[in-house]
Structure formats: C-alpha cells, structure tokens
C-alpha cells in the first residue's frame, strides 16, 4: 500500500505543478492518505486556529472506525481541492439507533480524528519571520498551502523565501536544534548537528537552513536582527497609515522571494535538487529519484 502511494506522488506533483488551482479530478477511493498521511498537514483558520488535515494511517486502522474507508463517510469528496467539504453524516446508513444522541454531539464531531492527527504548536523560532507569521504560514492556494506548511516543520522560511540571486555561496543544512511542543506524537527530525547525532528528546525539532558562505566564512541564513523592530511593529500597527505600513513591511521583506508555486516544488523535488539530499542524510537511492519519502523522520538514525 505504502509502496503504491508513494508510485503515486510524482502523479500528484504533475498535476500541482502543471495545472495549478484549476484542475479537478476523480480519485480513487483508496487514495486519500497519499495526501493525508503527512503530519504538520495543516491550515489555519481565519478564527485564528489550526486545522489538522493529518491522519496517521496506523493510528487510523486501529480506531473503532479502522475498517471503514474514507469514503463511506466522507461521501461528498470526489475531487481535488476540496476544501469545506468536511460535513459527515453518521446516519444516514450507521447510528439509526443512536441518531439523536450523534446530531446532538455535533461538536465532538469536530474532534473525530484528533488522536491520529499531529502538528507543532509551538516552536520557539529566533527568527523575525515567526514575530509576524504563524508557523503554518501559508493560506492563501487551497492545492498547496496545506502541503507548504508541512515544510515549515523541516525547513526555516529563508530556505524557499531567500532572495538567491546574489548568494553565490549558498548551502542548505540542519540547524541547531529548537525548542518545540507538539499535539499528538512528536515528528520531525530530532537531529543534534553539535553532537552529530539523533537525540531521544522530543522537546526539540531540527530544520534545514541555508547557510551563505563568503571568503571561507559560512554565515546562517536568519533574520534575527529585525526581531525587536517587528515586535515593535505589531504594537503600533494599528496607528500606522497603510503607506507607512508597506514601507515597513518592505523593509522586513526587503531579502524574501515571493515564491511561484509553478517552479516552486521542483526547485526541491526533482533530479536537480537545490538541496544535496545525500548529505542531509536522505536516503541515497530516494535522493536519485524526483521524490525523498523514505528520509527516516522518527529520528533515529539521519
Ligand atoms: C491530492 C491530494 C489529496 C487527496 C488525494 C485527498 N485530499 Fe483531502 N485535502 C487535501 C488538501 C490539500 C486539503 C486542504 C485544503 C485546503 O487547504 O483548504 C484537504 C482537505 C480535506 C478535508 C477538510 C476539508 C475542509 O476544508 O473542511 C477533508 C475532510 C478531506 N480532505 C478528506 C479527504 C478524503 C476523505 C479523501 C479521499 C477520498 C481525500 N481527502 C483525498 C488534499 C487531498
Ligand atoms: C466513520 C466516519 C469517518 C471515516 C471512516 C473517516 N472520517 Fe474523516 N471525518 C469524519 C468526521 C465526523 C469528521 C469531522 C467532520 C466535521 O468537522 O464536521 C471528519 C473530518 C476529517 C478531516 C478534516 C479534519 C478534521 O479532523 O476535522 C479529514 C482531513 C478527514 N476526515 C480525513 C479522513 C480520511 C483520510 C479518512 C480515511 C483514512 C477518513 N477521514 C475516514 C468521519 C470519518
Ligand atoms: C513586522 C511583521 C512581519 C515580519 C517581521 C515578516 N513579515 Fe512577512 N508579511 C507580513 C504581512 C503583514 C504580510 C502581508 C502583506 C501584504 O499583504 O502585502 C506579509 C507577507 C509575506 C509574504 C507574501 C509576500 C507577497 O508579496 O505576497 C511572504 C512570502 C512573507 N511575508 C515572508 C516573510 C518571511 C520569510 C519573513 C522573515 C524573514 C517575514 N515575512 C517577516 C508581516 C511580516
Ligand atoms: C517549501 C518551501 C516554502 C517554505 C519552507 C516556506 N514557504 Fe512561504 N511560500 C512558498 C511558496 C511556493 C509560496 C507561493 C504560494 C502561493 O502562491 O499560493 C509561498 C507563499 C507565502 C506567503 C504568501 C501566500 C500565502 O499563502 O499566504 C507567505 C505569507 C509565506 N509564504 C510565508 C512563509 C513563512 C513565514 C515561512 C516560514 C515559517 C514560509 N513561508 C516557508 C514556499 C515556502
Ligand atoms: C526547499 C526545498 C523544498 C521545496 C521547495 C519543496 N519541498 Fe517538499 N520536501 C522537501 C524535503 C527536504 C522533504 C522531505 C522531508 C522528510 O521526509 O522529512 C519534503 C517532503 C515533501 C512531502 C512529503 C512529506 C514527508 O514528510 O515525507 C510532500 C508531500 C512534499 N514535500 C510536497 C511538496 C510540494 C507540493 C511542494 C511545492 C508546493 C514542495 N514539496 C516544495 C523539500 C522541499
């Protein structure tokens, strides 16, 4: 099944990547874990709240729904995106008996997947980037923005945000470790580059960074200087004119990229990678191939 799944994604990327937001298509009924499967799969909501998209597959099968496929309840899903096709009804077909003790628990609904889902609440990030943006930043494209978010579990902003061009200079690799807490199981990559080896701790989460090495100099790729003055800015926002407004927030964008999603996952996802796979410590045939799915992530062993 795994192994079916992951024969699929380059599927999947071809569709991101050549036919953006406007593509729909049929999906197989097996198929949702491809995307599913993914902790730190998540979105915030306008309400300020996180929505975890993840489900543990494992965590899943052994729930007292297991043996069910998705689609028995998730009926109204049959293309891709599908954002705010949520609703289930349990009973319809199931729970006639117990009909109106579901419909009036319709809150606890909302917690149905909670113990197969995981995401990071909190990561302690010394950039100014997380003074501004949630860890889950992106929400603006339904396709991708779930999928970018889970990124920012295993790579700071800078590393796809950078402007590049005049970084000649440039390599990407695992940063000092940071402090992190996590709802249902911790993942990532607890990797301690200082003792060069995995640590037991769940209580911290590496990131790959980009580094810019100058005159044998390599110097780390995060905006920590601008921390105070974004903090600053959160406090007088509201008195700020809107031009003001953009003047500053120039400022603090004046080294980031906006991104195009168009060349955006093939930068990483493909033979000629940004990144050198092999010495971030993926596993070296996954490195070849266009996708990196088999990096170890419980962290082990890097
Ligand atoms: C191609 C990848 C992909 C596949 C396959 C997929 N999903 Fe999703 N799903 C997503 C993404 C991405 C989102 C988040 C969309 C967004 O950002 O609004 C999502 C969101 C959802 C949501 C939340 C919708 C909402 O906005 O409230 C549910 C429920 C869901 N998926 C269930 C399923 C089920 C069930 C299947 C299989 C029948 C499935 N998905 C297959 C990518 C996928
Ligand atoms: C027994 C019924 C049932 C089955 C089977 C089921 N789900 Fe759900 N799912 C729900 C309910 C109920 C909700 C919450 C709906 C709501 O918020 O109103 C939900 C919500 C979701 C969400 C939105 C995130 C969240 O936690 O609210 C996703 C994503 C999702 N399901 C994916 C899946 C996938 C993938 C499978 C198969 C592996 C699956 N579901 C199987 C009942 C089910
Ligand atoms: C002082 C607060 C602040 C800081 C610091 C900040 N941002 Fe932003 N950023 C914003 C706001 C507000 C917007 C939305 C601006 C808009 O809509 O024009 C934004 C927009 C963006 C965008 C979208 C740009 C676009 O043109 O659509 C990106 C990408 C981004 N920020 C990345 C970053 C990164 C990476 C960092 C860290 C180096 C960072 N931001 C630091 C407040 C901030
Ligand atoms: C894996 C690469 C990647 C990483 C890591 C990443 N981004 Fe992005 N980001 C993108 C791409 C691609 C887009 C363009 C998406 C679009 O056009 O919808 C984008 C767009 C954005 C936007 C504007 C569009 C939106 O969805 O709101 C903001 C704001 C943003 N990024 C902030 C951040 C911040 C803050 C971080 C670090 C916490 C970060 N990004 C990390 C790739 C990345
Ligand atoms: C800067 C490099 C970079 C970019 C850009 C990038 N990715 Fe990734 N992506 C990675 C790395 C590294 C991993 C492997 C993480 C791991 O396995 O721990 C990964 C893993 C994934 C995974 C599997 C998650 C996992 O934990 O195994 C998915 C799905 C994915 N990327 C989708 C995308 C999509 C879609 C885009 C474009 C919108 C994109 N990526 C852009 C570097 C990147």
Redesign the pocket.
Same mark, same amino acid.
């Given at each position: 099944m795994r192994n079916f799944i992951f024969k699929l994604l380059p599927t999947l990327f071809c569709f991101f990547i050549l036919f953006s937001t406007t593509v729909c298509f049929a999906m197989d009924n097996e198929g949702c874990l491809t995307c599913h499967q993914y902790p730190g799969l998540a979105i915030h909501k306008k309400s300020g709240t996180v929505k975890v998209l993840h489900i543990d597959e494992a965590k899943y099968i052994g729930s007292p729904h297991g043996e069910l496929a998705c689609k028995e309840c998730h009926k109204k899903i049959v293309k891709v995106p599908h954002t705010g096709v949520s609703e289930v009804d349990c009973t319809t077909e199931c729970h006639q008996k117990d009909k109106e003790k579901i419909v009036t628990s319709k809150k606890a609904l909302n917690n149905f997947h909670k113990k197969e889902q995981s995401c990071i609440t909190s990561l302690k990030d010394r950039s100014s980037?997380?003074i501004c943006?949630p860890?889950y930043?992106?929400?603006?494209?339904n396709i %991708?923005?779930a999928f970018?978010n889970l990124?920012?579990g295993f790579?700071?902003?800078e %590393?796809?945000?950078m402007k590049k061009d005049e970084l000649k200079g440039l390599s990407y690799e695992w940063m000092g470790s940071e402090t992190a807490a996590f709802s249902g199981e911790p993942f990532g990559t607890h990797f301690n580059p200082e003792l060069g080896k995995a640590s037991k701790s769940k209580n911290f989460i590496s990131r790959i960074a980009a580094f810019d090495t100058k005159k044998g100099k390599k110097q780390l790729l995060i905006n920590t200087w601008d921390v105070a003055k974004a903090k600053a800015y959160i406090e007088t926002e509201k008195s700020l004119t809107p031009v003001e407004k953009t003047r500053k927030l120039d400022l603090f964008h004046k080294d980031i990229a906006?991104?195009?999603?168009s060349v955006?996952c093939n930068e990483?996802h493909s033979e000629d990678s940004i990144l050198d796979y092999k010495k971030l410590g993926f596993d070296e045939k996954k490195a070849k191939g266009p996708y990196i799915l088999e990096h170890k992530r419980s962290g082990n062993k890097i």
């Open positions: 980037c997380g943006h860890l930043p992106h929400s603006k494209d %991708v923005r970018l990124h920012t790579m700071l902003c %590393v796809c945000h906006k991104k195009k999603i955006a990483c």
